[in-house]
């Protein structure tokens, strides 16, 4: 095993953005879902549901930071399926017999994922600034708000890693990530939860999501944050730790698959 772990990582991840010439696809979905979302909310539905705001209130600021969760869910998309392609076709295997850090081939992912997550990001706020988009943010509050999208992109990444090497299938992987690419859907994103039925309001207002989105929005918009700034750090941490165990252990536990 090589201990030039930095170097193999760098190396694994030049292979994940040479893979997007051959995939192109999987990139542009992971763009154009949240944007066509972004621009569906903004346009055909925006006028009904800023009524749920209250007068003065712009729809487009307060759906921009659910799309932006969106958007890091999508890109773990591309992630899943990328590394359970890998395993179907041997390519892990053969890593596992060469002389390489086996610990650059997990994190060369992860790393990748995170580059083109964060680049999506961009792309798609500057759709939003296009439709009207009017963050309030200063130089320091967006850093935060990159530095935390990051943080973010790094555990759903580590989740998806794990989904992709425990689905039996391609689909299968697509499929297991559904939750993190909708999840914004049932949560503060969209409209307020307090307009949503009382047992569906309290699921929205108390799942991960919700207060990763009242952190960004506040971060970008203003809004009072309150304690959704801590509760959304430990639940990064705790999905970050959890899934890069799970993915750790799925890595190595099926030596037929995985070699």
């Not at 193999?8 to 763009?31: C, E, K, N, Q, W």
């Not at 055909?44 to 209130?57: I, P, Q």
């Not at 086996?102 to 296009?130: D, H, K, N, P, Q």
Request: aromatic share 10%.
């Amino acid at each position: 095993m090589s201990t030039y772990v930095l170097s193999d990582a760098a190396t694994m991840v030049r292979r994940d953005f040479r893979h997007l010439r051959r995939y192109p696809l999987m990139t542009i979905s992971g763009i154009m879902t949240p944007t066509i979302m972004l621009l569906l909310f903004v346009f055909v539905f925006g006028g009904a549901m800023k009524s749920s705001l209250g007068a003065g209130a712009s729809y487009v600021n307060y759906l921009v930071p659910g799309i932006l969760m969106m958007t890091l869910g999508s890109g773990c998309a591309a992630t899943a399926i990328g590394v359970n392609m890998d395993m179907a076709e041997g390519v892990v295997a053969r890593f596992r017999i060469m002389a390489i850090s086996r610990a650059s081939v997990l994190t060369g992912r992860a790393v990748g994922s995170i580059i083109r997550s964060l680049i999506s990001v961009v792309l798609v706020i500057g759709v939003a600034l296009i439709v009207g988009f009017r963050p309030s943010a200063g130089p320091v509050q967006w850093l935060a708000a990159f530095g935390f999208m990051a943080l973010l992109s790094l555990a759903l990444t580590w989740l998806a890693l794990a989904m992709g090497m425990a689905a039996k299938s391609v689909a299968g992987a697509n499929s297991s990530t559904l939750l993190l690419q909708f999840g914004p859907f049932i949560s503060s994103g969209f409209v307020p939860p307090d307009t949503m039925p009382v047992g569906v309001r309290w699921f929205a207002e108390n799942q991960p999501f919700t207060s990763m989105i009242e952190t960004l929005r506040g971060l970008l918009l203003g809004t009072p944050i309150g304690n959704s700034e801590i509760i959304a750090f430990a639940w990064c941490v705790a999905i970050a730790l959890g899934g890069y165990l799970w993915a750790r252990a799925a890595y190595n536990h099926d030596p037929i698959r995985l070699a």
